[in-house]
């Protein structure tokens, strides 16, 4: 995803900012294969405490010492190729019978297909936020990094309705999504961030209920305010 994917005008509330960077992170594992470079600093120590970070705020530090422990259990040479190998033959379709799709509408069945409405439906809501997919990146924006990077953007820009609406739509395919990697994942790398997945969703579900209830509430008041 280009830097367009991020807003230039306001920062996250700080109930938001958790889930933000959790979305980021998962975004970037599931958009492409890591490179060596990317394998070196998520094993380092700094990028491990930010990654437990994560798990703590989304109630899964279990699942995220599963991926730091993954991250040093090797060197880097030999993990970046460990973890290459099960990104191509899950996510992209070489090995049909072993491949975990990473699209919205091959878990909604839409004619088993890439395309479908899910594509249509995201196209517009990057249109709503006002950013794009980058021009180096050739995947559908129903992609679930796509996605993922979407609801990055819209809790940076406070647009928590449009949150909200990601946050339904990643609950509706991602379960799936999740309980595949689990059964194709031996190695336990891409699986363990599929719970982080769901650990994400159920966050959200909970922190943004909160949020559109505070907002009903102020809005309620200051309609008061003027009756």
């Known amino acids: 995803m280009s830097r367009d994917l991020r807003s230039e005008n306001c920062g996250p509330a ?3 900012s958790g889930l933000m960077v959790a979305a980021e992170w998962l975004s970037g594992l599931f958009i492409a294969p890591l490179s060596p470079q990317q394998v070196a ?3 380092a120590a700094p990028s491990k405490n930010a990654l437990r970070r994560i798990g703590a705020q989304l109630g899964a530090p279990t699942t ?3 991926l730091c422990g993954v991250l040093e259990g090797k060197e880097p040479e030999s993990l970046t190729v460990q973890l290459q190998r099960r990104y191509t033959a899950l996510f992209e379709g070489i090995f049909r019978h072993r491949a975990v799709l990473p699209y919205e509408s091959v878990w909604r069945d839409e004619s088993a297909t890439l395309d479908g409405d899910s ?3 995201m196209n517009a809501v990057l249109r709503e936020l006002d950013v794009h997919i980058s021009s180096d990146c050739c995947e559908p924006a129903n992609h679930l990094a796509i996605e993922l990077a979407a609801l990055a953007a819209a809790l940076g820009a406070g647009q928590t309705s449009v949150a909200v609406d990601l946050v339904k739509r990643l609950d509706g395919w991602a379960p799936a ?3 595949a990697l689990k059964r194709q994942d031996p190695e336990g790398f891409y699986a363990a961030a599929g719970e982080l997945l769901l650990a994400l969703i159920r966050t959200a579900q909970t ?8 907002t009903a ?3 309620k008041q200051s309609e008061g305010d003027f009756a």
């Open 217 to 219: 509430t102020v809005n």
């Open 64 to 66: 995220a010492e599963k």
């Open 41 to 43: 600093e998520a094993g």
């Open 177 to 179: 999504f999740a309980s």
């Open 207 to 214: 922190a943004l209920r909160v949020t559109e209830s505070a």
């Open 119 to 121: 594509v249509t439906e």
């Open 14 to 16: 700080p109930d938001d």
